[in-house]
């Protein structure tokens, strides 16, 4: 049984941040672990959340508790996502770091910091934490566009200026990769650019005029999951391509049924094989 441990934001009522992943990641034959960094009853995009951030010595006993189960070699992937306290950064990073010890786990950093019209969302030291704590700790990252500029001062309007940021950005990072999220792909799509020593591909589908939060959450999951699936490994191009038309899917799932949340515990759409086109680029080395 391989395991995935989760350490970010848990929103009851809402399919987003560490609840949205530890379902995707179920669906994918995963045994979930979640650290709770807040304890929210919904997305604070929706109004007040109910309950609040959890508190960093109660964040580093959860993860006593959980490395008191000696599942470290049995986790195969690590995912960290919102933090709303600079301690919880750093008892995240010395967690990653004995994980470390004991297996080989593939270590994705989704570094939710903020998006754009909305700017920084979370505390500036905490911001700072996570840059100087876990980029070094990744394998992989997955910045949306703006977090992509503000990790690296750039603006990153255009492609070549976040295929530039990326670069820049990817030195910063363990394992040299970095998967931009909501990248310019042309009229009428939306684009994920993956950007490594390995080269530089351009994934896009169609854009979503108002999708339901959460996106970017199911996105990291659901490329982790696939760099790591239990029923076998993908290789990075087929990763991402899957990632993209998994989400693409489930939009289209919750648009469908005329929600606002995406529906991440029903076997429709299948994770594993999306439907939705993805157009696949290559932009060079």
Known sequence: MSYALILSSYVAASRVGGMAQALALARLGF????????????????????????DPALFRGVLAGIAARELGPRITLGITGYFAHPDQ?????????????????????????GDEGKGLYVKPEVAAALAAELLPRADLITPNLWELG????????????????????????????????????GPGRTGVLDVSDAGVWRFSHGRVTHAPHGVGDLFSALLGGALTDPAGPVDGETAVRRAVGGVADALDAALARGRDDLELAAADPDLRAPLAPVQVETLGA
């Open 89 to 113: 950064v750093r008892a995240a990073a010395e967690a990653l770091d004995a994980l470390r010890e004991q297996s080989r786990a593939l270590v994705l950093v989704d570094p939710v910091l």
């Open 150 to 185: 503000h990790l690296t001062g750039r603006p990153v309007e255009t492609e070549d200026q976040a295929l530039a940021a990326a670069r820049a950005l990817s030195a910063r990072v363990a394992g040299g990769r970095v998967v931009v999220t909501s990248a310019p792909a």
């Open 31 to 54: 045994e979930p672990v979640l650290a709770p960094t807040v304890l929210f009853g919904r997305h604070p995009g929706l109004g007040p959340p109910g309950g609040g951030a959890v």
